[in-house]
């Protein structure tokens, strides 16, 4: 399983990026994808989780309103839009999916390697 996360980069708050992570080596619409991020100092923290389907999208208190994620399952990708972004937002981005819809925000089954988001004031 290969989870290929890219659309980072260095963007000024209020700016808007859009991350995308291009899965291979899976049923993409087994798994329930999620996007975590990590920033410098600080632990792993779970961002938004998306069912199979798309029927069903989970976002942290502090994304709420300024970030949607999204899939398309035809080309075996998930999607990370981020608006209005801070300089708290900054963080290096992984995305991660699993089959269980309960631990995909916790415990995901597979990790991609992370792109990283750099936000200046």
């Known amino acids: 399983v290969q989870l290929q996360a890219s659309g980072g980069g260095l963007v000024q708050a209020g700016g808007s990026l859009r991350l995308s992570c291009a899965a291979s080596?899976?049923?993409?619409?087994?798994?329930?994808m999620g996007w975590f991020r990590q920033a410098p100092g600080k632990e792993r923290e779970f961002v938004a989780r998306?069912?199979?389907?798309?029927?069903?999208?989970d976002y942290e208190d502090s994304v709420k309103g300024r970030v949607t994620i999204s899939r398309d399952n035809a080309k075996n990708t998930v999607y990370l839009q981020m608006n209005s972004l801070k300089p708290e937002d900054t963080a290096v981005y992984y995305c991660?999916?699993?089959?269980?819809?309960?631990?995909?925000?916790?415990?995901?089954?597979?990790w991609g390697h992370g792109t990283l988001v750099t936000v200046s004031s």
């Open positions: 998306i069912s199979r389907l798309s029927s069903s999208t």
């Open positions: 991660a999916c699993a089959v269980d819809w309960l631990v995909v925000h916790r415990t995901p089954d597979y």
């Open positions: 080596g899976l049923r993409f619409t087994s798994y329930h």
